[in-house]
């Protein structure tokens, strides 16, 4: 089994500001590893992932996460952020041996503001 | 367009009443899954099912069922003997029941009671 801690649950930033969000697992086995953004009275949708390769992986919009596997952890980061990054993030692992069942942390809310 | 729908976008269930959450995908996608989210708790897996006529208990299945005659379709009920059913219903989908496969949510159902 493996789980996931989000250690902030709100992290309040000011527009054009670095953000960092933190995400940690544990698991006995080799895991894939994803964030996933949540706006407001909506479904989730997936930002990024890290599935092999390179460690350091990024989105479309200017994120990038980065798998730290000696220190188990998956931390999401941006250089600037804007006010439409108000979102709460979530990052969930899959058991790469297992059946194909995420496990979500609890989420982390970014408030940006001006 | 291609995507997940769930209906109703809010739903009022009666004390000792059984009520049912639709969800439907026209992806073509085989895994279907259905998450429970509470504030500040997260996503938790409630059911899911790798193909049609076939599924699998989640970590919170107690008070929960489900069905999958058609691979479109995954409607989930949540019976009287949930006690506590208010939260906002998640339901997702991928392509194939494999680990690495990224979920594709619908917009959810916020379900309370009376």
């Known amino acids: 089994a493996q789980s996931v801690t989000q250690l902030d649950s709100q992290v309040p930033v000011f527009e054009e500001a670095p953000v960092e969000l933190r995400c940690n697992y544990s698991s006995s086995v080799s895991v894939y590893l994803f964030w996933y953004v949540q706006y407001p009275n909506q479904g989730l949708q997936l930002l990024l992932k890290y599935l092999s390769g390179s460690t350091l992986v990024e989105s479309i919009n200017g994120f990038e996460a980065e798998f730290n596997k000696s220190q188990t952890s998956f931390h999401l980061r941006k250089p600037s952020v804007h006010i439409s990054d108000t979102a709460e993030y979530f990052c969930a692992v899959s058991d790469q041996s297992g059946y194909s069942t995420l496990t979500f942390g609890k989420g982390t809310m970014l408030l940006v503001s001006p | 367009d291609g995507g997940i729908t769930q209906s109703p976008k809010y739903l009022f269930r009666k004390e000792g009443q059984n009520v049912t959450l639709s969800c439907e995908q026209n992806l073509n996608h085989d895994a279907m899954y259905w998450y429970r989210q509470d504030p500040g708790q997260g996503l938790r897996l409630i059911y899911y099912?790798?193909?049609?006529?076939?599924?699998q208990k989640g970590d919170i299945a107690e008070g929960y069922s489900v069905s999958r005659e058609k691979k479109e379709s995954f409607p989930l009920t949540v019976t009287s003997a949930q006690k506590n059913p208010t939260a906002f219903y998640l339901c997702?989908?991928?392509?194939?029941?494999?680990?690495?496969?990224?979920?594709?949510f619908g917009p959810g159902t916020r379900l309370l009671v009376l």
């Open positions: 099912s790798q193909i049609v006529n076939d599924f």
């Open positions: 997702a989908s991928s392509p194939r029941a494999l680990p690495l496969e990224t979920q594709y």
